[in-house]
């Protein structure tokens, strides 16, 4: 069974500063892993993902996030946060290779970035 | 660009009575699936659905849920008798060729009263 922790329920940080929002999981054989935000009475958007390749992985909205396999991680980052950034922010992974296509999330971290 | 639509928006509905939740998938997508967000809780998946039947459900999709694709476009979850603790937030979810990438709808917030 996979499964994903978000140790931060929330992150705060002023605009202009680099955000950091941490991921790590467990799961059978490789990864592939996503972040998906959530704004106020909206669905998940999707950011980013990880498949293979470039341990660094860059998405939507000058987001980016690193899957380290030794510490079984995949924070997301961005150099320097935006106040319209704030949003509750999700972590996933599913099994790749396999037929396991259903994501398992984590609990979510909600990011305020103040002005 | 496409995006997943659900309807209705909010659904406020007596204990004990059915509530069909409706999604519009992503034209040509071909793999669709139902999550829920019980409020405070993780998002959770329910089940997934591919070429009219279902490939993988959780335990939490019991008799109670069915799903299907009545007319080849929507996508419906129906609760056949609601219960409290179904009050939750529905996510619709549907991937194409890229099974990688599964895009959400905006989700059906459900109050069992």
């Known amino acids: 069974a996979q499964s994903v922790a978000q140790p931060e329920d929330q992150v705060n940080v002023a605009e202009g500063n680099p955000l950091t929002v941490k991921c790590t999981y467990s799961?059978?054989?490789?990864?592939?892993l996503f972040w998906y935000v959530q704004y106020p009475n909206r669905g998940l958007q999707f950011l980013l993902k990880?498949?293979?390749?470039?341990?660094l992985v860059k998405g939507s909205y000058g987001f980016e996030a690193e899957f380290n396999k030794s510490q079984t991680s995949f924070h997301l980052k961005k150099p320097s946060a935006l106040v319209s950034d704030s949003a509750l922010y999700f972590c996933?992974?599913?099994?790749?290779?396999?037929?396991?296509?259903?994501?398992?999330f984590g609990a979510g971290t909600t990011v305020t970035v103040r002005a | 660009e496409p995006e997943v639509t659900q309807t209705p928006s909010h659904q406020v509905t007596q204990m004990g009575q059915e509530v069909i939740l409706r999604c519009v998938p992503i034209?040509?997508?071909?793999?669709f699936y139902w999550y829920r967000q019980i409020l405070g809780q993780k998002v959770e998946f329910l089940v997934s659905?591919?070429?009219?039947?279902?490939?993988?459900k959780s335990e939490i999709f019991d008799d109670q849920f069915s799903v299907e694709r009545p007319d080849g476009s929507n996508f419906t979850l129906k609760i056949r008798s609601t219960k409290l603790e179904d009050s939750a937030m529905y996510f619709c979810?549907?991937?194409?060729?890229?099974?990688?990438?599964?895009?959400f709808g905006p989700g059906t917030r459900l109050t069992v009263l």
């Open positions: 996933a992974v599913r099994p790749k290779g396999t037929n396991d296509y259903k994501l398992s």
């Open positions: 799961v059978s054989g490789n990864p592939y």
């Open positions: 990880y498949i293979t390749g470039d341990n």
């Open positions: 034209s040509n997508h071909l793999y």
């Open positions: 659905f591919y070429n009219n039947e279902i490939s993988e």
């Open positions: 979810a549907t991937t194409g060729r890229d099974t990688d990438t599964q895009y």
